[in-house]
């Protein structure tokens, strides 16, 4: 039976500390892309996640600000050239369900089409469509503004490198 520690105050204010601007921070970054470029995060978690999957060329920029990365995973000759709903799913840390919903709104909205698989012909790949990538594009310039405006400018260099390596510490932690 494992024994459950109780937390300190000063551990319980910094677990509030952390979700409050973590909460406060992703609202305004979603405010401003969807009043600035009418998309939520989830469609540009998606529009970058399947643009690094596809072989048509990531945009590293967004790679490293919107999808959480699975550096085990990366994507390999067959996925680079077929983005599938598990694949997308799994680099993205979301339930196939989850997904395929959200794909199914971005599809309603002509921003990415899916497609049958060309390489074996199983499955459908999930691809960006013209609006799909103008729209990602414009994501990226607004995200840049956004993040600078709310993050990279109100922190000190010590603080953002604080912020890294306690990042580092709990991916660390937490992949074990």
């Known amino acids: 039976m494992t024994t459950i520690k109780k937390l300190a105050a000063a551990d319980q204010q910094a677990w509030a500390a952390y979700r409050e601007m973590r909460l406060l921070l992703d609202a305004r970054v979603a405010r401003d892309l969807e009043a600035a470029v009418e998309l939520s995060m989830p469609d540009v978690d998606v529009l970058a996640a399947v643009d690094a999957l596809s072989a048509r060329g990531a945009t590293p920029e967004l790679d490293t600000w919107l999808v959480p990365l699975v ?104 992949a074990t």
């Open 71 to 174: 550096p085990d995973r990366a994507p390999s000759a067959r996925t680079a050239h077929c983005v599938r709903v598990a694949a997308l799913a799994d680099r993205m840390r979301w339930s196939r369900s989850r997904l395929s919903r959200q794909l199914g709104r971005m599809e309603r909205r002509d921003l990415i089409a899916r497609v049958p698989c060309e390489l074996d012909g199983r499955g459908d790949d999930v691809e960006l469509t013209a609006a799909g990538r103008q729209a990602l594009k414009r994501a990226e310039a607004q995200l840049e503004a956004t993040v600078w405006r709310h993050f990279a400018s109100v922190l000190s260099a010590e603080q953002r490198t604080a912020l890294m390596q306690i990042s580092a510490t709990l991916r660390a932690r937490l």
